[in-house]
């Protein structure tokens, strides 16, 4: 069985740094064909797409909304992504989630290419 597990979450004050990480078990071998992504889903709202790496290349893509503030990337031997969130702001809040695409690519990150998930971890920025 494939999973994938979020951590790192919190509450933080606006400007300030969180680390996100994910897990990935179960892959075998074929971790290699797989895109992670970030996604968040802020109260009320559906999940927004934030990032996502290629687990073969690692090129990166990232929403406009986050450049210059979050960067994603891999340790591959210990199976794991993170997302280091600098300077965050009131409207990051939200439950992130980390999801894994089969042969996804990383010049957009489109929720439907993604069907393996985690269970998400909360982030909280007070204003």
């Known amino acids: 069985e494939v999973t994938l597990e979020e951590s790192g979450g919190g509450l933080v004050q606006a400007g300030g740094s969180l680390r996100l990480s994910c897990v990935a078990a179960g892959f075998g071998n074929t971790l290699d064909d797989y895109a992670i992504g970030w996604f968040r889903q802020a109260p009320g709202k559906e999940p927004e797409g934030v990032s996502c790496?290629?687990?073969?290349?690692?090129?990166?893509y990232y929403d406009d909304s986050v450049k210059g503030r979050f960067t994603i990337s891999t340790d591959y031997p210990e199976r794991t992504v993170y997302l280091q969130m600098n300077n965050l702001k009131p409207e990051d809040t939200g439950v992130y989630y980390c999801a894994a695409a089969l042969f996804g690519r990383t010049y957009h990150i489109r929720r439907s290419d993604y069907d393996i998930w985690g269970q998400g971890t909360q982030v909280t920025v007070s204003s």
């Open positions: 790496i290629s687990m073969s290349d690692s090129s990166t």
